[in-house]
């Protein structure tokens, strides 16, 4: 029995389900509605951690070549990973089943901290694992000058 009724019609199955603001929503017009872009740019997971030396992104992406991927700063400290998902080319006497892997272009952004060395990001690809790395910069100590009491 569900305690929390679903705002777009039907109830959910139990308490443990997730609710999902969007599942019943139609997107139409504006950016989302181009075919297949928006399922990559939400499939595109990226993890991003603080060591005491970095920050690290990664980005699993399947199938995509290196070339196709873009990493870039803008603005100063915007991290933008981006690329392009190509279709599967699709011959006359193929007879699909279930088509579930996203294509299309992707990207996602970042705003990252000030105490970063954005002139040494560094990006890595490999197994289908995108590693961008994003040195900090040493946070400068205050000069303390000990100063003589007199008396």
Do not use: C, Y
């Not at 694992?129 to 007199?150: G, R």
Request: glycine share 8%; aromatic share 8%.
């Amino acid at each position: 029995m569900s305690l929390i009724p679903s705002f777009f019609g039907g109830r959910r199955n139990n308490m443990f389900d997730l609710w999902d603001p969007f599942q019943d929503f139609p997107f139409t017009g504006g950016a989302l509605s181009v075919p297949g872009e928006t399922a990559s740019f939400a499939n595109t997971r990226i993890d991003w951690k603080e060591t005491p030396e970095a920050h690290v992104f990664k980005a699993d992406l399947p199938g995509i070549k290196r070339e196709e991927v873009k990493v870039e700063v803008e603005e100063g400290r915007i991290l933008q990973i981006s690329g392009d998902r190509s279709v599967e080319k699709e011959e006359k006497n193929d007879k699909w089943h279930r088509v579930e892997r996203s294509s299309g272009k992707f990207m996602r952004r970042f705003r990252l901290p000030e105490n970063v060395k954005v002139e040494e990001v560094k990006a890595g690809m490999e197994n289908g694992v995108l590693t961008v790395t994003v040195p900090k910069a040493e946070v400068k100590k205050p000069d303390v000058k000990a100063i003589d009491i007199s008396g």
